[in-house]
């Protein structure tokens, strides 16, 4: 692929010469009549051949220096030794060409030709190294940002994945709190909360390496979720699941819905006579989780650094940001669906 695109990139210069080459033949042709057309043919001709034979001595002194003086060693020196070497090399095929090359011409050529030709030959590969000069850094800051982008999203997932690492153990402990008294209370529903919570485990366990996952595997695994939180909560919590078919075949980051509903559960007061209802539904290519808002006055570790990743990590999976709305009564998230 890299071969491919330096191909494709000397075919489009020897383009631009061609082209420029032909812009220059018709010019010279309407501002000096002292020719024939056919002398304008030859001199095109000539030109031609020079002009391609400086872009090609240019291009292997640019290969040349940037093995041993590269852009990122010395970016002055690499610039004033580059220049002087194009200069050089106009110079110097220029005399070539004016003591060896014209006295064969069959035509003489006048004063002002032969100046225009002088100052053509000593700018012309000026402008060549301008050109490769632009190349360089146009690559260099692609490529620097490509960088920035790659080490951002590996810094967001970092911080993602230390979220989710800390949920669990949080997560965990309420849960065998819970189990500890349901094994006292009612053992059947005791050992149907272990199997939930397998589930669940075994579920954070299977993806929590991989960058997403289909809408649907996340919405069957936050169903045995939903169910440990029920067991907990008892009627203090509700939480009602409305996703179209259509949407169930995008993806998302891996227990998105887990942390966003314990996001709910921890800033949120939860009562069997003031319950927490949640709302899980799809809008557009959104997928939303709502909540009313009955917010606890003391949170602890409250810094919605959580929140803050995963906006972070959906900005690199996705053109779409997060959305975060909050009015009086309720507060909602807007994951963009992948």
């Known amino acids: 692929m890299l071969g491919y695109k330096k191909k494709k990139d000397l ?5 631009i010469i061609f082209g420029l080459s032909i812009i220059g033949f018709f010019v010279r042709l309407s501002k000096f009549n002292q020719f ?3 002398g304008h043919v030859v001199i095109y001709a000539i030109s031609l051949v020079l002009v391609i034979a400086i872009w090609e001595v240019i ?6 220096l940037n093995n041993v003086l590269p852009f990122e060693k010395n970016i002055p020196l690499r610039i004033t030794v580059q220049l002087l070497a194009g200069a050089v090399l106009g110079l110097f095929i220029r005399i070539t060409v004016y003591y060896f090359g014209e006295p064969l ?8 030709f032969s100046a225009a030709i002088w100052i053509i030959y000593i700018m012309f590969p000026g402008i060549i190294n301008l050109g490769f000069f632009t190349y360089h850094f146009i690559v260099r800051w692609r490529f620097s940002v490509i960088q ?4 951002e999203r590996e810094k967001a997932q970092v911080q993602f994945d230390n979220l989710k690492n800390q949920l669990n153990p949080h997560f965990l402990f309420n849960a065998l709190s819970s189990l ?6 009612d053992q059947r529903m005791a050992s149907e909360f272990v199997q939930q919570l397998s589930r669940v ?10 960058s997403s996952v289909n809408l649907t595997t996340e919405l069957n695994f936050i169903q045995h979720y939903v169910s440990l939180l029920q067991t907990r909560f008892k009627e203090a919590i509700t939480i009602s699941i409305e996703v179209d078919k259509e949407a169930k075949e995008h993806r998302i980051v891996p227990v998105t819905l887990q942390i966003l509903i314990e996001n709910a559960i921890k800033h949120n007061i939860l009562l069997e006579t003031q319950p927490l209802n949640i709302e899980i539904f799809n809008s557009g290519d959104y997928l939303v989780v709502s909540n009313n808002l009955q917010l606890r006055k003391h949170v602890e570790s409250s810094n919605k650094q959580g929140l803050k990743n995963m906006v972070s990590l959906y900005g690199f ?12 009564i309720r507060f909602s998230i807007k994951v963009p669906l992948l």
Do not use: C, H
């Open 148 to 151: 920035n982008e790659r080490l």
């Open 201 to 210: 485990y075994r579920y954070v366990l299977q993806y929590k390496d991989q």
């Open 59 to 64: 291009r292997n002194i640019d290969r040349y």
């Open 105 to 112: 011409l069959p035509f003489k050529l006048d004063e002002m």
């Open 11 to 15: 075919y489009l210069a020897y383009g």
């Open 36 to 38: 024939t057309f056919w």
């Open 180 to 185: 500890n008294s349901l094994i006292m209370e």
């Open 317 to 328: 999976l996705s053109d779409k940001p997060v959305q975060i709305e909050q009015t009086d």
